[in-house]
């Protein structure tokens, strides 16, 4: 495991990292970013090796998923080129169904290998009050599909979320670590770091066999006992990293594009990121205005913002008949974001023409009409 990985910072060498993932990769419920465990791991791989040269990336997304990670993966991860992929999706995974977890993972895992073979991943897994409520204390499913995944393609992993929630049962109130029951504050942060630290490090010291603390070991089986993916034959792990990269499956020829390709007729190119997020997007604030985009697959969806002034788009494929989306929900009294979303899939492959036009109506409480669109996921 992280064989590759460690090749790279042996001796004077560069490593590039990135770091996929939603709010809790982005670092949300820490102003300081160096605080969340994200930047306090690049902080202690510097401090660790000190002659390789790091490259590291943040491309946490708050609210997003494993499914919008998959669109994510050119534009995101395989531009970078990395070394070594985290990949941080089991909270906001967690509703999604278990099929749907497994091949936007594989999606993911797909695309990496299919470009660069030699790139390690690590899974790092973790959780919020109400996962672990709803689970009592016990294995949520969104975490056993990410396990079961990582044990498939013998990938390391890291159950965190078990980690700081074993400090809330020894007596530490839940509120001191995850003030929101979400995002974890600075000393919930270091609890994450720590786990995935040690975990890493054991792994490129040479260290994965013998004893390891509960969250850091593999999959349990059904069985009772547990199967180590530690050692594991490199030719085995290549063998594996080739099979998934010729896989053809849901998500694994997937990607984004900008919403100012489409035929615009009112709405605007603006040339800023949408909420801190890419280059540019088109916006409207007028009903009737409308966008035309032409696109070939079996799915469509977009990545769009949820303000305050959100209006509702109307939207059809291929001449249908016009559905409702709307840009505005309660979450927007006190902040915008970007959301992404599919409006249609399993599609006819093929050629497709989708039409969005800004609706008259809009939430009572929304104070605009406001459209915004980053761009197409297809």
């Given at each position: 495991?992280?064989?590759?990985?460690?090749?790279?910072?042996?001796?004077?060498?560069?490593?590039?990292?990135?770091?996929?993932?939603?709010?809790?990769?982005?670092?949300?419920?820490?102003?300081?970013?160096?605080?969340c465990w994200q930047g306090l791991l690049q902080s202690e791989l510097e401090k660790a090796y000190p002659e390789c040269i790091f490259s590291a990336f943040n491309a946490g997304i708050g609210g997003t998923d494993s499914r919008f990670g998959a669109f994510r993966m050119e534009r995101d991860v395989l531009c970078r080129r990395p070394d070594l992929l985290f990949v941080e999706f089991a909270v906001n995974d967690y509703t999604r169904p278990a099929q749907e977890i497994r091949e936007s993972l594989e999606g993911i895992l797909s695309m990496l290998w299919r470009a660069l073979p030699e790139c390690d991943v690590f899974f790092v897994l973790t959780a919020t009050g109400k996962m672990h409520r709803e689970n009592s204390g016990g294995l949520p499913e969104s975490v056993r599909i990410h396990k079961e995944v990582a044990a498939r393609y013998k990938i390391p992993w890291v159950n965190v979320g078990r980690r700081l929630f074993s400090r809330v049962e020894e007596g530490i109130a839940l509120e001191e670590l995850l003030p929101d029951g979400v995002h974890p504050n600075r000393q919930g942060y270091r609890i994450y770091f720590e786990g995935v630290w040690e975990s890493m490090k054991r792994i490129l010291d040479g260290r994965e066999r013998g004893e390891k603390p509960e969250e850091v070991r593999s999959i349990r089986m059904e069985t009772g006992r547990e199967e180590d993916c530690s050692g594991d034959n490199p030719e085995d792990v290549e063998k594996l990293r080739m099979e998934i990269s010729r896989k053809e499956g849901k998500y694994t020829?997937?990607?984004?594009?900008?919403?100012?390709?489409?035929?615009?007729?009112?709405?605007?190119?603006e040339h800023i990121a949408m909420c801190g997020k890419y280059g540019s997007y088109v916006s409207s604030n007028r009903p009737g205005d409308f966008l035309e985009f032409g696109f070939r697959g079996d799915k469509i969806g977009l990545f769009y913002m949820i303000s305050s002034d959100g209006g509702r788009m109307e939207w059809a494929l291929d001449g249908g008949d016009f559905k409702e989306l709307s840009a505005w929900d309660v979450y927007a009294r006190s902040f915008d974001r970007g959301s992404a979303g599919m409006l249609a899939e399993n599609l006819e492959p093929g050629e497709h023409r989708l039409c969005i036009r800004v609706a008259a109506e809009k939430d009572a409480e929304s104070r605009g009409n406001f459209i915004r669109i980053s761009d197409f996921l297809v």
């Open positions: 495991m992280l064989d590759n990985f460690r090749k790279r910072i042996a001796g004077q060498g560069e490593a590039v990292i990135v770091y996929l993932g939603g709010s809790i990769t982005e670092g949300q419920g820490v102003e300081d970013k160096r605080l020829a997937c990607g984004m594009v900008p919403a100012c390709r489409a035929r615009l007729q009112g709405f605007v190119t």
